[in-house]
């Protein structure tokens, strides 16, 4: 059974930083692309940031420049540095198994950008 556990969100100030974490189980880590989505109050979720297999990474429009995903296989974990946070930034956060919305979730984590 594979499983995704984020970790890392929390409350932060505008223009601060953050590392998303997400450590995965119950599957081989490293064929598989892994992505992060977010999905702020009222809205549809949102596409993040995906590594592919082989490190190489696709951002969306609104993180570019700010936000940097990265994995490290032998921890089978999958991360998100995000830094210049502003206040729309602020959504739950989710870790998706194969990078491009479909398949396995975690449960996400929170990120409050606030003053």
């Known amino acids: 059974q594979v499983q995704l556990a984020e970790s890392g969100g929390g409350l932060v100030q505008p223009g601060g930083s953050l590392r998303l974490s997400c450590v995965v189980s119950?599957?081989?880590?490293?064929?598989?692309?892994m992505g992060w989505y977010r999905q702020a109050p009222g809205k549809q979720r949102e596409f993040i940031a995906r590594?592919?297999?082989?490190?190489?990474?696709t951002y969306g429009d609104s993180v570019k420049g700010r936000f940097t995903i990265s994995r490290d296989n032998a921890k089978k974990t999958v991360f998100l540095q995000m830094d210049s946070l502003k206040p729309e930034d602020t959504a739950v956060y989710y870790c998706?198994?194969?990078?491009?919305?479909?398949?396995?979730w975690g449960q996400g984590t929170r990120v409050t950008v606030s003053s």
């Open positions: 998706n198994h194969g990078g491009y919305g479909l398949g396995y």
């Open positions: 119950g599957t081989i880590f490293s064929i598989y692309a």
């Open positions: 590594v592919s297999d082989d490190g190489s990474a």
